[in-house]
């Protein structure tokens, strides 16, 4: 099912303009995205074939299945939450049944957690994206060798750089463990036996062990440090799907404000903690922003990184000392909700 399809069957019971231009944080360059609650037909509904959710190809039009919309409210799930309230200048369509969700009927302490708890979490994405950032990594990847080392003494040298110097190859090199020393072993030369080096291919992710004759005699000591290579194929796949799947237009203006963090990420996570605040101060939620020069300061990039970080610590300090004397309750009333779906339901499916 598409979304063509569930506007030519007039399955759409709303549908919104959200994002930037909702928040009232749009400028010229802003894209339009597109949010909607359908319901699905009766057969289709009570059959086997249940949809939650569909969006188009690029994720900016995307529409809920009016049950998974209540539940997502129920949640107090913070994109779902701004969708309900959508200022009047940003809705396309709202179908009369769409009056009987309130959002003052959803609206809990839960929001604490939704709301802040994804704040902090794009706090941490941004922290990632800053390491990504200030920390490229080459394309050539690295093999297990780069993280071999060999023991001199109270010392050790790179592996690479000990084959250089004796003019060996790594391929005819035997390794044996060496017993209660993780990661240590006993190093073996020899050009014609069968040994099978110290990796057999390039993208190894363990060292190889052979067998050795009696009587050959070790040569050195090699320390293989797993956990690090381990923590480094991690790292260089995270960064190069990250340079792969990244918004170049985004990126790039974060390299032109030179602050090298993601400062739209910085600006919407500084907004969410703000609605937080709000909703648990006034009961109600707003979100067409008053502040919306500060915000867009911050996605000009025109703030220091760690001054945003304590802005975010302070309203989280904020929140956390609003939740204690907020009267909102604790929960949305799950049955009330309940009892209008189904109202809904019914009048549709009559």
């Known amino acids: 099912m598409t979304i063509q399809h569930l506007k030519s069957q007039n399955l759409i019971l709303f549908e919104v303009i959200s994002g930037s231009k909702s928040f009232g944080l749009n400028t010229p360059t802003s894209d339009t995205d597109i949010k909607g609650v359908y319901y699905l037909p009766k057969d289709q509904f009570y059959g086997l074939n249940y949809i939650p959710q569909i969006s188009n190809e690029t994720n900016d039009e995307v529409y809920y299945e009016l049950g998974r919309f209540v539940e997502l409210l129920l949640k107090n799930n913070p994109n779902i939450l701004e969708i309900l309230a959508t200022p009047e200048d940003c809705i396309l369509y709202k179908h009369p049944l769409m009056e009987q969700l309130q959002i003052e009927d959803f609206l809990s302490k839960l929001c604490k957690d939704s709301f802040a708890g994804y704040a902090i979490t794009q706090i941490k994405k941004a922290r990632g994206l800053k390491k990504k950032i200030m920390n ?9 060798l780069d993280f071999c080392f060999i023991l001199e003494g109270y010392d050790s040298i790179s592996l690479k750089s ?24 006993a190093v073996f030369y020899n050009e014609n036996a069968k040994y099978k080096g110290i990796i057999q291919k390039e993208n190894a992710n363990e060292v190889s062990l052979s067998s050795i004759e009696k009587g050959e005699k070790e040569i050195a000591y090699l320390y293989c440090n797993q956990d690090s290579y381990s ?18 237009d985004r990126y790039n203006t974060n390299q032109q404000h030179g602050k090298n963090y993601d400062s739209k990420n910085m600006m919407h996570t500084i907004r969410l ?14 979100i067409r922003v ?22 975010a610590d302070d309203l989280i300090a ?7 004397s907020c009267t909102l309750p604790e929960t949305p009333d799950v049955e009330k909700a309940t009892k ?11």
């Not at 004796?166 to 209660?180: I, R």
């Not at 605040?277 to 707003?286: A, E, P």
């Open 273 to 286: 903690l703000q609605t937080a605040q709000q909703i648990l101060s006034t009961g109600k939620l707003n």
């Open 162 to 185: 000990w084959l250089q110097a004796k003019n060996f190859k790594q391929e005819n090199c035997g390794l044996t463990n060496m017993p209660h020393s993780k990661g240590v072993y």
């Open 318 to 324: 904020s929140i956390e000392s609003l939740y204690e």
């Open 340 to 350: 209008v779906l189904i109202g809904i339901r019914e009048e549709l499916y009559d």
């Open 136 to 144: 490229p990594m080459e394309k050539e990847k690295k093999s297990l």
């Open 290 to 311: 008053r502040n919306r020069e500060e915000l867009l300061d911050i996605k000009a990039g025109n703030r220091e990184y760690d001054d945003l970080l304590e802005m």
């Open 231 to 248: 923590s480094y194929c991690k790292d260089y796949k995270e960064y190069w799907d990250w340079i792969a799947k990244r918004n170049d």
